[in-house]
């Protein structure tokens, strides 16, 4: 069985109820945190998983809304665990340097820290990873969670990737900000559960302001994500990153979200508030 939490189910607009994109994903007591957007820290403590037991962070791309908070990820995972213990860090190419950047920006505050503590004998370590596709690899030797990668279709923002997420005959593919495309739809295929963001085109199209119509043309809407679960196979259709989005007691805006999807997809779908969680059962 594979579990998914919708840690953070925001966009860039700030919200009162929606942290920043971010989704954990677990089994086999591993846990994989897919995109460190606003707030996630605060997510995963709600969630149950101190940042220290954290296998792996996955970036699906370098848009800053999918990692404000992966300098908090850094510091909080050095200055939570008593060993030196890297902090695996896998995403597109150009990760590193987003990485390199982060740590140099963090510079006072490690010094602060080694200079204080004298049980913290180190900089932070973060590994990083640098693919775009994958035919299946595991983070670390021993990890029981396979995963396999696969570029998507995010341009002008390139690349991107989409992870599958592989154990005990259950699958699940955390696929980011994407239009459809067939490198996603073979990474989907016969997946038990599929998390996508979405986007809802018809209510931004009648928006006249031209920074959100910018968004319509590489973003999925409801409906394209359906069509693509659809194309799949795919089990469960997970939507997350909803914009514009809508209060969590507004049910009729849930449901009208859901609606959308299944007119081209008759599989389950959910649509969930932040901790929302999905259990995904093995074939
Ligand atoms: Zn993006
Ligand atoms: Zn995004």
């Not at 923002?157 to 005959?169: I, K, L, N, Q, T």
């Not at 963001?197 to 590489?218: E, N």
């Not at 959308?260 to 969930?272: N, S």
Request: proline share 8%; hydrophobic share 40%; with cysteine.
């Amino acid at each position: 069985m594979i579990t998914v939490t919708l840690l953070g189910t925001g966009s860039p607009l700030p919200d009162p109820h929606r942290a920043g994109p971010a989704t954990l994903v677990q089994a086999a007591g591993e846990h994989y945190l897919v995109d460190a957007g606003r707030g996630v820290l605060m997510r995963l403590a709600a969630a149950g998983v101190p940042v220290g037991q954290l296998t792996a962070v996955l970036l699906t791309h370098l848009h800053s809304d999918h990692l404000t908070d992966l300098n908090d990820v850094i510091t909080s995972h050095w200055i939570s665990t008593f060993e030196p213990t890297p902090l695996r860090v896998f995403g597109p190419p150009g990760t590193g340097l987003v990485v390199e950047h982060l740590l140099a920006g963090l510079e006072p505050d490690i010094g602060y820290r080694l200079a204080h503590h004298d049980d913290l004998t180190g900089p932070p370590v973060v590994e990083v990873t640098e693919l775009t596709e994958s035919d299946g690899f595991t983070v670390r030797d021993g990890a029981a969670v396979r995963i396999v990668a696969a570029p998507t279709d995010h341009r002008p923002v390139e690349p991107s990737v989409a992870f599958r997420f592989e154990h005990g005959g259950a699958s699940v593919v955390t696929a980011g900000d994407t239009v459809p495309c067939p490198t996603l739809d073979a990474l989907c295929a016969n997946a038990g559960a599929l998390v996508h963001t979405v986007i809802r085109k018809d209510v931004i199209a009648a928006i006249p302001i031209p920074r959100l119509q910018d968004t319509l043309d590489y973003h999925s809407s409801p409906e394209e994500a359906a069509t693509t679960a659809a194309r799949a196979r795919v089990g469960t259709l997970i939507l997350t990153h909803y914009v514009p989005a809508f209060p969590p007691s507004a049910t009729d805006q849930r449901d009208a979200w859901r609606a959308l999807a299944a007119a081209h997809f008759d599989g389950r779908i959910e649509v969930g508030d932040d901790l929302h969680r999905i259990e995904i059962q093995g074939a």
